[in-house]
């Protein structure tokens, strides 16, 4: 799997951005899907995720109500709304691919254990 994230940008607080990760490969309408996000000297950190299907969808706790995941499988491409954008946000994004069956739920918070990463898109909110 292939991936292409794009739709960073530099925007003011309060304002809105929506990123888009293209993949390629076979296995991806049958995969989880994950974003995340490093600013400079901080570690990478989950924000947000998507199941196969969409019937699963988690956020870190400071995206809730401002940020929605959504995916199209017929376009091979998952979407990251980000709304009521804050100067925290900024940092470099990035979307992930996590195949095959995981020995536990909540693996998606975990960036090891995503098996396909794509370049990130970078974020600047500025106050």
């Known amino acids: 799997v292939q991936l292409q994230a794009s739709g960073g940008g530099l925007v003011q607080a309060g304002g809105s951005l929506r990123l888009t990760c293209a993949a390629s490969?076979?296995?991806?309408?049958?995969?989880?899907v994950g974003w995340f996000r490093q600013a400079p000297g901080k570690e990478r950190e989950f924000v947000s995720f998507?199941?196969?299907?969409?019937?699963?969808?988690r956020y870190r706790d400071s995206a809730k109500g401002r940020f929605t995941i959504s995916r199209d499988n017929a376009k091979n491409t998952v979407y990251l709304q980000m709304n009521n954008l804050k100067p925290e946000d900024t940092a470099d994004y990035y979307c992930?691919?996590?195949?095959?069956?995981?020995?536990?739920?909540?693996?998606?918070?975990?960036?090891?254990?995503?098996?396909?990463w794509g370049q990130g898109t970078q974020v600047t909110v500025s106050s």
């Open positions: 992930s691919v996590g195949t095959g069956p995981k020995s536990y739920s909540a693996w998606y918070l975990n960036a090891p254990e995503y098996d396909y």
């Open positions: 490969g076979h296995t991806f309408s049958e995969s989880g």
């Open positions: 998507i199941n196969w299907n969409g019937g699963i969808r």
